[in-house]
């Protein structure tokens, strides 16, 4: 199958730093990438969604301004928690989709804000 | 997209065959029927997908009824390493939405 990349694994910050994360496609170009967040023992969330050079749409209750998100080419998006708080210490997950009708995952980063 | 409805947890001996069930009794012609699996703190990995046909790929195979209301997924030889969270899930076919989550069956492989 298809491989996503995701850089870093697990990062920790202090409160009120910004993190960014890298999601890579890179065998295939994702016409669409995906952004989820997992809490523990839950299932995953859908952050937003972003096509390739147009801005993200997001899910009702995620801040635009606090989780930015950049799509500039067909094999990367960034997700960047600005002004990170505890209650943003989660698992991010991307996903990718192409021209097919599979969507891949990344293998998530753990972010803890201290 | 359908919604679906899974077992909360079930138990396999390993070296034995693990039937997941999926009901999606409000699924549409053109609705897919995914299966993903989340090993404990990786991303979801996937399996298989199919239309209304079986499938069977190197990891598993996927029996769809034929009213589609239903479907298992099947793990011939299931190992220590399949312990896993197993979704299933619903879409309409070339739709460019995300997958939905719910909240899976939980494999236990027993040694």
């Known amino acids: 199958g298809a491989v996503v990349s995701q850089h870093p694994s697990r990062v920790i910050c202090k409160s009120g730093t910004s993190v960014k994360i890298e999601c890579r496609s890179l065998d295939f170009q994702a016409t669409t990438m995906f952004w989820y967040r997992q809490f523990p023992k839950q299932s995953l969330m859908l952050m937003a969604t972003?096509?390739?050079?147009?801005?993200?749409?997001?899910e009702q209750g995620v801040e635009k301004d606090k989780f930015l998100i950049n799509h500039a080419s067909l094999t990367l998006s960034t997700l960047t928690v600005t002004s990170a708080h505890p209650e943003d210490s989660s698992f991010y997950i991307c996903?990718?989709?192409?021209?097919?009708?599979?969507?891949?995952f990344g293998p998530g980063t753990r972010l803890l804000v201290l | 997209d359908a919604k679906t409805t899974q077992p909360t947890s079930m138990d396999c001996a390993e070296g034995r065959a693990a039937n997941l069930p999926c009901n999606h009794s409000t699924i549409s012609g053109n609705e897919y029927v995914y299966w993903y699996r989340q090993i404990h703190s990786q991303g979801p990995q996937y399996i298989i997908h199919?239309?209304?046909n079986n499938e069977t790929n190197e990891m598993a195979s996927l029996i769809i009824t034929e009213d589609r209301k239903s479907s298992t997924l099947i793990l011939p030889h299931a190992t220590l390493r399949d312990t896993a969270v197993y979704y299933c899930?619903?879409?309409?076919?070339?739709?460019?939405?995300?997958?939905?989550f719910g909240s899976g069956t939980q494999l236990t492989v027993l040694p």
């Open positions: 899930i619903v879409r309409v076919s070339g739709s460019a939405r995300q997958l939905t």
């Open positions: 972003s096509n390739e050079g147009s801005k993200a749409t997001y």
């Open positions: 199919g239309l209304k």
């Open positions: 996903s990718a989709k192409g021209r097919g009708e599979t969507q891949y």
